[in-house]
């Protein structure tokens, strides 16, 4: 099973600030990684797919990056609206398919 | 616009059978792979397993001994089973879509999750 281990947990920082954000494979996923947004209450939302393709629909202020076992999520210029959980997937060694166990940005 | 609508019951005794259904509105389930993901409260998420609408289905080795998913296409329809549930089967169980992007299938369509607790 592949393990993706995220960083920081916790993310603390304001509204017009630059979030950076880690996901970590125990092994190689290729470029095969995915990135989910959450907020409270509500269902996970994918934002980008292959490491850097961003779904139609998602502000181009997100970005993907990375390969093999080190990603990196990037929100520029931070908008209220982007606190939430991100969490990272793959789905390259599967079953099963796994998730980062997410990290918190937080105002 | 393609929605997702989990229901069953929002309570489950120790050892018993936790079943769940997934309504497919606003297009056909035909031609997709469909999938369950759990979220035990304040963790993360867990992938249970997926079926494609010709009835072929996949688990999580974790949970492979006690867990069925089956499809009904003249529903629009597929379902979950989870026996002998514990307390650490209490979470929010989300069904979704997979949708090929490019070389990989990923989760694209949500929904709105239920929560299943898991009391006596």
């Known amino acids: 099973e592949i393990v993706l281990t995220q960083s920081p947990a916790t993310l603390s920082l304001s509204p017009g600030e630059r979030a950076t954000l880690s996901c970590r494979a125990s092994?190689?996923?290729?470029?095969?990684l995915a990135w989910y947004q959450q907020k409270p209450g509500q269902a996970p939302r994918l934002l980008i797919y292959?490491?850097?393709n961003r779904l139609t629909g998602v502000p181009a202020r997100f970005s993907g990056s990375g390969s093999g076992t080190d990603f990196t999520l990037t929100i520029s210029n931070l908008e209220p609206e982007d606190f939430a959980v991100y969490y990272c997937?793959?789905?390259?060694?599967?079953?099963?398919?796994?998730f980062g166990q997410g990290t918190r940005l937080e105002i | 616009q393609v929605q997702l609508r989990e229901s069953g019951p929002g309570l489950q005794k120790p050892s018993e059978t936790l079943s769940l259904t997934c309504t497919v509105s606003?297009?056909?389930?035909?031609?997709?792979?469909w999938t369950w993901i759990r979220q035990s409260p304040g963790k993360g998420l867990e992938w249970i397993g997926n079926?494609?609408?010709?009835?072929?289905?996949d688990y999580n080795p974790s949970l492979k001994s006690r867990v069925s998913i089956s499809v009904d296409t003249s529903k629009n329809q597929f379902s979950l089973k989870l026996t002998s549930v514990t307390a650490a089967d209490t979470a929010v169980y989300y069904c979704?879509?997979?949708?090929?992007?490019?070389?990989?299938?990923?989760?694209?369509?949500w929904g709105q999750g239920t929560l299943v607790t898991v009391s006596s």
């Open positions: 979704a879509r997979e949708s090929w992007f490019l070389r990989f299938r990923y989760f694209d369509y």
């Open positions: 606003g297009g056909s389930i035909s031609n997709y792979y």
């Open positions: 079926i494609y609408y010709t009835g072929s289905a």
């Open positions: 092994q190689s996923v290729g470029s095969y």
């Open positions: 292959d490491a850097s």
């Open positions: 997937q793959q789905r390259t060694d599967w079953p099963p398919i796994t």
